[in-house]
């Protein structure tokens, strides 16, 4: 005789290339417990899949127990909920086409969905952030790791053919330009990322001549050049509005082809948009197509960066059809 329990939780986990983050949530969206441990750790994945699974049922058993767990939601660096694979990262340890989602399915014996990192970002955002109450918007991520999107068409992500829509860090806009991961020349995200500004940081002070409180620092990030701003330093504003000014008009080329009530933007990058905000605005502006001018709106998102794809992730796992070795 079967008994019936409702399942009031469900696991999220966000995979990084550093972190792996993972916690309980609950059905309003609530973090009972959440944990880390170092991804990178694991340079084969069927060790870093057993050790997810001992983990996750560790945690489960810790807070509710592992009755009360309806299914799991994971982000993951190219991921392809379609397939419920990892696909080519390419900074990542594990190569070609890895089946997370049906891996940790067969241990755990729980429905298992997963995406990439935009997707279920924008999940999060439109069950619990400013998305909510939207029918079609873009996410976009603005990260150290690159550049990435996800569609809303008509309350529902557009995932494409194969599951690779939204790619969006990889439209060439300098076909001679600067060397991608993925194996091409000049795409967006080698200039409208965090990696991308200290890109164009190092040009500005070769090309100008420009003097710099940060020149002759060899390990130059995100954060030093947007401190050097606060400093008036020069080259370092202009790094800031020149990867404004290329984001500004891709997004406009984008917001041109989708018509979006709104581009919600995500991702490290956002934590400076003092110096970022305004020039891509006014980018933006310029170049949509005339008759969106002012009516899509450039949101940056309201959640925690570190909760973000936990909480989609989540949102996530309640979608998937429940699914369980034991029935």
């Known amino acids: 005789m079967s008994e019936n329990i409702v399942k009031r939780h469900v696991v999220g986990v966000d995979v990084s290339t550093d972190v792996t983050t993972y916690a309980i949530v609950d059905v309003q969206g609530g973090i009972l417990a959440k944990e880390t ?48 694979s990892m696909e080519n990262a390419p900074n990542m340890p594990w190569k070609g086409h890895v089946p997370l989602a049906a891996m940790l399915r ?48 008509d309350n529902h992500p557009h995932l494409g053919a194969e599951g690779y829509a939204g790619e969006f860090g990889h439209m060439c806009v300098d076909e001679n330009g600067r060397q991608c991961s993925c194996g091409h020349r000049g795409c967006l995200e080698e200039y409208a990322s965090a990696r991308g500004l200290v890109h164009t940081f190092r040009e500005i002070l070769k090309e100008d001549g420009r003097t710099s409180i940060l020149k002759g620092d060899d390990a130059l990030t995100l954060q030093k050049i947007a401190e050097a701003c606060e400093q008036g330093d020069e080259a370092a504003i202009e790094a800031f509005h020149r990867t404004g000014r290329v984001l500004g008009r891709a997004l406009a080329t984008y917001a041109s082809l989708v018509d979006p009530e709104s581009i919600i933007l995500t991702g490290d990058m956002t934590a400076y948009g003092k110096w970022l905000m305004d020039v891509m605005k006014e980018t933006f ?41 034991f029935k």
């Open 37 to 84: 441990f170092c991804t990178s750790d694991y340079q084969n994945v069927n060790e870093y899949v057993a050790v997810l699974s001992d983990k996750l049922i560790m945690l489960m058993e810790q807070h509710g127990g592992y009755e009360s767990v309806r299914s799991i939601g994971m982000s993951v660096p190219s991921g392809n909920f379609i397939t419920g």
């Open 106 to 153: 067969d241990r755990l014996g729980l429905a298992v969905a997963l995406g990439n990192d935009a997707h279920v970002a924008a999940v999060g955002e439109k069950t619990f952030g400013a998305a909510h109450g939207l029918s079609n918007f873009i996410l976009v991520t603005i990260s150290h790791g690159g550049l990435g999107s996800c569609i809303y068409l």
């Open 285 to 325: 502006e310029a170049n949509i197509f005339q008759n969106l001018k002012g009516k899509v709106s450039l949101v940056v998102s309201p959640l925690n960066n570190n909760e973000r794809e936990i909480l989609g992730a989540s949102a996530l796992a309640w979608e998937v059809k429940e699914y369980s070795l």
